[in-house]
C-alpha cells in the first residue's frame, strides 16, 4: 500500500507563502485522484481543500480558488499544495490523500503550518 508524507510546513507570517509538499512510497501512477485536506486546530473535522485527477483536472473548495493550486508530478511522485497570501485562518494540520485505483484511501500523517506574526 502506497504510503504518504507530508512536508514543507512551518511558521509562516501573514501575507507570506508555502509550498506544501506530499511525497508518496510508489509510484503515483496507480493513484487516480489526490487531494489536501486541513484541520484547525481544536477542530474534529477535516475540511477539504482541492483535489487533482490523474488526468491533471482541478478541484477546489471555495475558500481555496484563486490563492491554493495544487499539483502533482507523477515522475517524482510528488503532489504539491502552493498556498498564497497566507492568513491566520489558514492555521492548521493539513493532509493529503490518495484514492488508488484499487483500495481504501490512504493519508498522510498530517503536517502542521501555522500563520502568525
Known amino acids: 500500500q502506497v504510503q504518504l508524507v507530508e512536508s514543507g510546513g512551518g511558521l509562516v507570517q501573514p501575507g507570506g507563502s508555502l509550498r506544501l509538499s506530499c511525497e508518496a512510497s510508489e509510484s503515483l501512477s496507480s493513484v487516480y485522484l489526490m487531494g489536501w485536506y486541513r484541520q484547525a486546530l481544536g477542530n474534529q473535522q477535516r475540511e477539504w481543500v482541492a483535489?487533482?485527477?490523474?488526468?491533471?483536472?482541478?478541484n477546489y473548495a471555495n475558500f481555496a480558488k484563486g490563492r491554493l493550486t495544487i499539483s502533482r508530478d507523477d515522475a517524482k511522485n510528488v503532489l504539491f499544495l502552493q498556498i498564497d497570501n497566507l492568513q491566520p485562518d489558514d492555521t492548521g494540520t493539513y493532509f493529503c490523500v490518495g484514492r488508488p485505483d484499487h483500495g481504501p484511501d490512504v493519508w498522510g500523517r498530517g503536517i502542521r503550518v501555522t500563520v502568525s506574526s
Open positions: 483535489n487533482i485527477a490523474r488526468s491533471g483536472r482541478t
